[in-house]
């Protein structure tokens, strides 16, 4: 076999206009490149679609988080305002109670201070005369010396406490009071 024949055994024939090997590498190369630009380019779109939407989230907890503490910051707020009322108001209960004991005290010890008085005893006179009339109904009257000073009078079931004590309380608790009016 002549070296000739040998060659176009073992090699194919190139026509003269066939691309190189290089030619076709370079061909397959700038083909990789542009696909890998386009995914590249693709990819980034994709990343920055990703970071937007990641943005928007955040941006949105953020803001659900600022008007939940802005919920809570009032919520507590209202709660501290309303023990503020509440610790405002034991305070004046308080004061107005102590001031009713002052004063109720101050009259009791005002009115037993009278019990020897002349005046007093005319006073303790037409109440057991008023007693009288008004138990009268249910029996017979029987009236009594209170501890305190004062009296009382008692027919059957029946009774009207005019003992200091009682009356000092009367006096005290009635709407007609002064006292009441210092917080109205």
Do not use: K
């Not at 503490?69 to 004046?92: H, I, K, N, P, Y």
Request: glycine share 4%; charged share 30%.
């Amino acid at each position: 076999m002549t070296p000739a024949a040998v060659n176009s055994v073992v090699a194919p024939a190139v026509p003269p206009d066939a691309p190189s090997l290089a030619t076709l590498r370079d061909a397959a190369l700038a083909v990789a490149g542009s696909r890998a630009e386009a995914l590249r380019a693709a990819a980034e779109r994709r990343a920055e679609q990703l970071l937007a939407e990641a943005r928007a989230e955040v941006d949105m907890i953020i803001s659900r988080r600022r008007a939940g503490a802005a919920r809570l910051a009032d919520l507590q707020q209202r709660e501290q305002l309303a023990q503020a009322r509440s610790e405002a108001r034991t305070t004046v209960l308080r004061s107005q109670r102590e001031v009713l004991e002052e004063a109720e005290a101050a009259a009791r010890e005002a009115v037993r201070a009278l019990v020897g008085d002349p005046r007093f005893e005319r006073l303790l006179e037409r109440l057991a005369a008023d007693a009288r009339e008004r138990l009268s109904v249910a029996g017979e009257v029987q009236i009594v010396a209170a501890p305190a000073g004062g009296l009382i009078a008692r027919a059957g079931s029946l009774e009207i406490d005019h003992s200091v004590d009682a009356q000092v309380e009367r006096v005290l608790i009635s709407p007609d009071s002064d006292l009441e009016r210092l917080w109205r």
